[in-house]
């Protein structure tokens, strides 16, 4: 039994589909990694230490810094009062019993920058309001 002969071709084939698989992966793991440091806050506050801390897991939520001096920051970009209520007023729409305010505030941040904050929320039906605290240990 005669074998077939198969013509050989000159040069190599390289299959460069997982080449094409990987720089995908990569360009979205850059995509998600850089959003993330754009909405990571970069004002840099010292946290209050509290005894009991809560985990709040929901994920349709707004965290304002404000720093001692009394200037808010969201998503790293400095903002005013009537810019946060906007964003608590679009946030809350629908179904507010579902989205939360959080602020990180200084440890020596005076109360009188954040109570418009908290009382903002109510204005738009917002109850689930709290503060990033440091736990204290025993």
Same mark, same amino acid.
């Given at each position: 039994?005669?074998?077939?002969?198969?013509?050989?071709? %000159?040069?190599?084939?390289?299959?460069?589909?997982?080449?094409?698989?990987?720089?995908?992966?990569?360009?979205?793991?850059?995509?998600?990694?850089?959003? $993330?440091?754009?909405? @990571?806050?970069? #004002?840099? *506050?010292?946290?209050?230490?509290? &005894? %009991?801390?809560?985990?709040? #897991?929901?994920?349709?939520?707004?965290?304002?810094?404000?720093?001692? %001096?009394?200037?808010?920051?969201?998503?790293?970009? %400095?903002?005013? *009062? &009537?810019?946060?209520? #906007?964003?608590?007023?679009?946030? &809350?729409?629908?179904?507010?019993?579902?989205?939360?305010?959080? *602020?990180?505030?200084?440890?020596?941040?005076?109360?009188? $920058?954040?109570?418009?904050?908290?009382?903002?929320?109510?204005?738009?039906?917002?109850?689930?309001?709290?503060?990033?605290?440091?736990?204290? #240990? @025993?």
């Amino acid at each position: 039994m005669r074998l077939p002969v198969r013509s050989r071709q %000159q040069g190599l084939k390289f299959n460069i589909t997982p080449l094409i698989d990987v720089v995908f992966l990569l360009v979205i793991f850059f995509l998600v990694a850089s959003h $993330f440091a754009r909405s @990571e806050p970069t #004002e840099t *506050v010292e946290l209050p230490s509290a &005894s %009991q801390t809560t985990e709040d #897991e929901n994920p349709r939520r707004l965290t304002i810094t404000v720093n001692p %001096q009394g200037n808010y920051f969201v998503n790293a970009e %400095q903002a005013t *009062v &009537s810019e946060i209520e #906007e964003m608590i007023s679009d946030g &809350s729409e629908g179904d507010p019993e579902t989205y939360a305010v959080r *602020v990180r505030g200084d440890h020596q941040t005076p109360y009188t $920058f954040i109570e418009p904050i908290m009382l903002i929320c109510p204005k738009y039906g917002v109850t689930k309001f709290g503060f990033h605290v440091i736990q204290r #240990e @025993e």
